[in-house]
C-alpha cells in the first residue's frame, strides 16, 4: 500500500513539474498594444516588386556589389516568412534595391 501511495505521489509531481515547464503558472502581463504606425524607422528600405521567372535568384534580380549576406537578410525583413533560397517562379516578392 505505501509503494502505490510512493507512486501516485511521485507521478503527481512529475505532472506539476511538467505542466509548470510547459504551460508556466505565473500569468504573463503583456504589455499595452502599439498600432505598428507608431513606429517610424529612419531608414526605410528601398524596394521593387518583381514577378520571379523561372531561373531568377534573388541575386540575379538584385544585380549588385553588396555582400551576399546582406542581400538576403535585407529580402527576408522585406519579406515576412520567405527565405531567399524558396522563392518560387510565378509568385510576386518585394527586392530591395541600392544606390549605386
Do not use: C
Not at 55 to 70: A, F, R
Not at 71 to 96: H, M, Q
Amino acid at each position: 500500500m505505501r509503494r502505490i501511495i510512493f507512486l501516485l505521489v511521485s507521478l503527481f509531481v512529475l505532472f506539476i513539474i511538467f505542466f509548470d515547464l510547459k504551460n508556466g503558472t505565473i500569468p504573463v502581463q503583456e504589455g499595452p498594444a502599439v498600432p505598428a504606425s507608431a513606429f517610424q524607422t529612419a531608414d526605410k528600405q528601398a524596394y521593387k516588386t518583381v514577378t520571379v521567372k523561372q531561373g531568377q535568384t534573388v541575386v540575379s534580380i538584385v544585380h549588385t556589389s553588396k555582400p551576399l549576406d546582406e542581400v538576403i537578410e535585407d529580402f527576408e525583413a522585406l519579406n515576412k516568412g520567405v527565405k531567399a533560397n524558396e522563392i518560387r517562379a510565378g509568385s510576386t516578392y518585394k527586392f530591395p534595391v541600392y544606390k549605386r
